[in-house]
T-cell receptor, first 118, second 113 residues
Framework: AQSVTQLGSHVSVSEGALVLLRCNYSSSVPPYLFWYVQYPNQGLQLLLKYTSAATLVKGINGFEAEFKKSETSFHLTKPSAHMSDAAEYFCAVRATNAGGTSYGKLTFGQGTILTVHP | KAGVTQTPRYLIKTRGQQVTLSCSPISGHRSVSWYQQTPGQGLQFLFEYFSETQRNKGNFPGRFSGRQFSNSRSEMNVSTLELGDSALYLC????????????FGAGTRLSVL
């Protein structure tokens, strides 16, 4: 079984500051990992994904994440926060079988609400 | 290309009633998954359909059911509604070849009174 833990339910940064949202995963097989963002009254938008290729993954809106197998982590970063980044962020894992085929179920972390101060 | 469309966006029901939610996937996507989002439990997987067959099911009671039609549109049904069923229900679709990516709709917010 797989699980995801997001450290910190709320993160507050100043505009222009570094954004760091933490995600640790647990999976018995090589995982696919995702970061999604959710704005109020909207669905989830994919920011980036890791699917066993490059360990440093670049996504939309200047976000990136690094897969560290030794630390079972997939932290999300952005060098300079913008007011429009204020939203809730979800890390998710999707299990694969031995052949690398992905199962359909996404397991999400509890989410981190990012607040950006002017 | 249109995104995932969920209808209705908002729904108010009373305890004991049943409800049907609809999801139209992105054109060409054949896999549809459903999730429930609540403040207390977060995002939880309900079920996944592919080519009209349920492939995967989460840990929800039998009151929650779903189906997929030949055009890939999907519906989920909740019978005998309980107050705890109040939630945002999200549908996601996946393309056949890049099946590890799920694209989400805006959701249906269900309130049970």
């Amino acid at each position: 079984a797989q699980s995801v833990t997001q450290l910190g339910s709320h993160v507050s940064v100043s505009e222009g500051a570094l954004v760091l949202l933490r995600c640790n995963y647990s999976s018995s097989v090589p995982p696919y990992l995702f970061w999604y963002v959710q704005y109020p009254n909207q669905g989830l938008q994919l920011l980036l994904k890791y699917t066993s290729a490059a360990t440093l993954v670049k996504g939309i809106n200047g976000f990136e994440a690094e897969f560290k197998k030794s630390e079972t982590s997939f932290h999300l970063t952005k060098p300079s926060a913008h007011m429009s980044d204020a939203a809730e962020y979800f890390c998710a894992v999707r299990a694969t079988n031995a052949g690398g085929t992905s199962y359909g179920k996404l397991t999400f972390g509890q989410g981190t609400i990012l607040t950006v101060h002017p | 290309k249109a995104g995932v469309t969920q209808t209705p966006r908002y729904l108010i029901k009373t305890r004991g009633q049943q409800v049907t939610l609809s999801c139209s996937p992105i054109s060409g996507h054949r896999s549809v998954s459903w999730y429930q989002q609540t403040p207390g439990q977060g995002l939880q997987f309900l079920f996944e359909y592919f080519s009209e067959t349920q492939r995967n099911k989460g840990n929800f009671p039998g009151r929650f059911s779903g189906r997929q039609f030949s055009n890939s549109r999907s519906e989920m049904n909740v019978s005998t509604l309980e107050l705890g069923d109040s939630a945002l229900y999200l549908c996601a679709s996946s393309p056949l070849l890049a099946k590890n990516i799920q694209y989400f709709g805006a959701g249906t917010r269900l309130s049970v009174l």
